[in-house]
């Protein structure tokens, strides 16, 4: 019976990725070497005819423009230190650049396509804005975009802090968790749903998909075998890298965004700026955590899993179903962690490594709120975000995400178990 269900979701595993390439993505070659990058308001419009231009140590230069998009790619014939310029120029008015040094930058490129951001202000005349980034509007409206970047990351954090409490499991794949459910959703609104209706059934879909049947078809298994942890991780990330290249090779390496809400409007709530489709998704990230919390705390299968979490083998001797709360914390995690893939492919792009990107952040929230606890997850993920946001007053916005790992290891100097964890014997 056990090996016609496992036989049962391998078949509908590869029926998913048959469907997600029949979703109107056929398969790609190797992403051509390229710096690419998306340009757009701090309230999230796209700037478009914004010209970016690369020159190669040998004088050759190539250039690209934004789209309607803000998306740019200037291709390139092979790796190198190229010196990448912006034409002030070219921006719109009103529209600045929020460094100086993003006008002109010397970049290494090894080959594949090189992302790069660059910072954009809104007000006053266009052209590099003065050194004005200390403002009190300033500060507002990084504090605020940290909030809602915290809300993403508690998303990811959350499903990996249960993950991780139940089963012990240093899951590296769970990055790909959120590539997954972005590509879902972008396959069903490729075939013709719209987004609204698309990201809730890639979410469920994910739930199920590659939440429960990932547990049923590779992690309990490991489990009845007595898999080490260590093995475990390093089966992770294997994982994480089979799936990431797999997502390139079927759907390309370019960013893709939603046939809806691409571009939208920005509004302004007193200084902050916003768009609306960044409102809408914070509020329902706030109602989705605040649901699993509930769940957690009053539900009969998450008070079981708490009791998993503090003792697996004491619960499992009072007569609660470890695999089935297992099965559980799976199908959570993995419908979380879809979540905020749309929600980040909604508010940036799709891009086939964007977990990746994001994954070494969900384990700086975890760590630093504390290991297995879900509160911990979530203040360790607002706590990020908002100093990811706010580091860029003082250092480029390349080496943000550096800051907070920085912050994370400075707190577990203090307090080594996490803001939220719980001090452990050893030994």
Do not use: C
Not at 154 to 175: E, I, K, Q, R, W
């Amino acid at each position: 019976m056990l090996r016609r269900v496992r036989l049962a979701l391998g078949v509908l595993l590869l029926a998913t990725l048959a469907f997600l390439v029949s979703g109107g993505l056929s398969p790609a070659h190797a992403a051509q070497t390229s710096i690419t990058g998306t340009l757009t308001t701090p309230a999230g419009v796209a700037v478009s005819g914004v010209v970016v231009t690369a020159t190669g140590p040998d004088g050759v230069s190539a250039s690209g423009t934004s789209d309607e998009k803000g998306v740019f790619v200037v291709p390139l014939t092979a790796g190198g230190t190229y010196t990448v310029e912006i034409d002030v120029s070219t921006l719109p008015e009103g529209i600045t650049l929020n460094n100086e040094a993003d006008a002109s930058r010397s970049l290494l490129v090894l080959g594949g396509e090189k992302r790069i951001i660059i910072g954009l202000s809104e007000g006053g005349e266009s052209g590099i804005v003065a050194d004005d980034s200390g403002t009190a509007e300033r500060v507002i409206q990084l504090f605020l975009d940290g909030v809602l970047y915290g809300l993403v990351i508690a998303l990811g954090a959350v499903g990996l802090n249960l993950v991780f409490g139940t089963t012990g499991l240093t899951n590296f794949s769970h990055g790909e968790l959120l590539t997954l459910g972005a590509f879902t959703a972008l396959a069903f609104n490729t075939a013709g749903l719209n987004i609204v209706i698309a990201a809730p059934i890639a979410i469920v879909f994910s739930a199920f998909v590659f939440g429960w049947g990932q547990n049923r078809i590779l992690w309990r298994p490991l489990r009845r075998r007595k898999t080490g942890l260590i093995a475990a991780m390093i089966v992770s990330i294997g994982l994480a890298i089979f799936l990431r290249y797999a997502l390139v090779l079927f759907f390309g390496g370019a960013p893709q965004s939603y046939k809806q809400f691409a571009g939208q409007s920005g509004i302004a709530l007193g200084p902050f700026n916003t768009t609306p489709k960044a409102l809408i998704l914070g509020a329902l990230a706030v109602l989705a955590l605040a649901a699993t919390v509930i769940w957690l705390q009053r539900s009969r299968i998450g008070k079981a899993t708490r009791a998993v979490s503090d003792n697996p083998a004491l619960a499992s001797a009072t007569g609660i179903d470890v695999e089935r709360v297992i099965s559980v914390v799976w199908i959570i995690g993995a419908g979380l962690a879809a979540f905020a893939g749309i929600y980040l492919g909604l508010t940036q792009n799709t891009v086939w490594n964007m977990g990746q990107r994001i994954l070494l952040v969900l384990f700086a929230a975890v760590i630093l709120g504390g290991l297995g606890t879900i509160y911990g997850a979530i203040v360790g993920a607002m706590v990020v975000g908002i100093f990811i946001q706010m580091t860029t007053l003082f250092i480029p916005t390349e080496m943000k995400t550096v800051g907070a790992l920085f912050l994370m290891i400075l707190i577990l100097l203090v307090r080594p178990q996490g803001l939220l964890g719980r001090k452990e014997r050893v030994g």
